[in-house]
DNA sequence: TGTATTTCTTATCATAGATCAAGTACTTCC
DNA sequence: GGAAGTACTTGATCTATGATAAGAAATACA
């Protein structure tokens, strides 16, 4: 786990092998079984969780006690909620493993460390940033504009390699359907011949 | 113009008056008439425009040629295409002017300048990035679960001052519903008796 | 291997919001 | 100050998606 998470930040932020030395003090690990709730509501999300292995997601509730998926994370992905984790803010969201995990995680304190050490790692988290403002951009757009069908093509294109590792409702809940209407436009795709 | 925009730089990046100076030759005016379009889908967003007086929008156009509103500027905000500004890809947006505007605009030089210049700038553009990232989580949060009724009062929560500016039909676009569901949503609520 | 649990599909009915079509009120601007 | 355009409302109808319920399929588990 620590060596892949090493690997990780060594290959994508410019650190050094000497530089990274300094912040190995500063990197956690856990393994976590499917259901573990690593952060609730209200709770200010002082972890970065990086995936090495498995899947998580975070989430809201709200009053009907639906919940409504906000992002997926497997395999060398990111998640945390950056808003209470950077503003130190009670949190509006869950996370959860939703498949048996190996987890890295890091507080402020890594990053902060890191900015001091390198200039580079400083532009790696603004490109971070951008991408992710990127992504809810066009989610947004999509949002706004798309039907059922489109948000679900246009999910299993932009998430092809976890599609298959999700349950269908959490797709649902991602796209703002309930999963009876997702069942309906596979089937309707299905209809149409399609081959995903 | 130049005046109040380099106001709204000393006040909150933390840049002096001296090293503002050294930008000031970065820095741009125009004033543009309602109507006027600053970027078209597809060009690559190359400025970042800082509302001084009066309103810009930015919004996509989808096949059916209806355009979905994502953002509104007015004093003292900025407004570009994040990602084609960032990543010099061709921007999906339009942005055009809603209300007669007097505007600044810079291009990455500037930023690169003044980062470059002081660190607080760094800091500074890091903050701008969170609390966009903040305020497009919560939109996201509202379009997957929310009513119409309660995305509208949420706006004129969140949009309290420019409310009363905007044209019923963008405020529609900007939540996602059709100008006649608003008017419905505004009626219910004056029935409700509900005070803005 | 069989039972329990969870996930997915299907069917029926209900509804929020869309669409279409007029009509009314407001602006704007010669 | 009146014509032309623009913005807003209202009503009638339609539709995509939601809600509910129940059965089928898949998976977990013991």
Not at 10 to 35: F, M, P
Not at 116 to 122: A, G, H, M, Q, R
Request: charged share 30%; hydrophobic share 40%.
């Amino acid at each position: 786990m620590l060596e892949q998470f090493k690997k990780y930040i060594i290959d994508n932020t410019g650190l050094s092998e000497n530089e990274y030395k300094e912040l190995e003090h500063l990197v956690y690990s856990l393994e976590a079984k499917k259901g573990t709730v690593l952060l609730k509501e209200n709770q200010i999300c002082n972890k970065a969780f990086f995936v090495c292995k498995g899947m998580l997601r975070s989430y809201t509730v709200d009053e009907m006690g639906k919940d409504h998926i906000i992002q997926f994370a497997s395999e060398n992905w990111w998640i945390a909620d950056r808003s209470s984790f950077y503003f130190d803010e009670p949190s509006e969201l869950f996370i959860d493993v939703i498949e048996d995990a190996e987890i890295v995680y890091i507080h402020k304190e890594f990053i902060k460390t890191a900015e001091k050490l390198s200039k580079n790692f400083v532009s790696f988290n603004t490109l971070a940033l951008q991408k992710n403002i990127r992504q809810m951009q066009k989610r947004i757009n999509y949002l706004l504009a798309a039907t059922a069908e489109k948000k679900y093509l246009d999910f299993i294109e932009t998430h092809r390699e976890i599609t298959y590792r999700l349950p269908l409702q959490m797709i649902a809940s991602y796209l703002g359907i309930t999963p009876e209407s997702l069942s309906r436009v596979r089937k309707e795709l299905a209809r149409k011949n399609f081959k995903p």
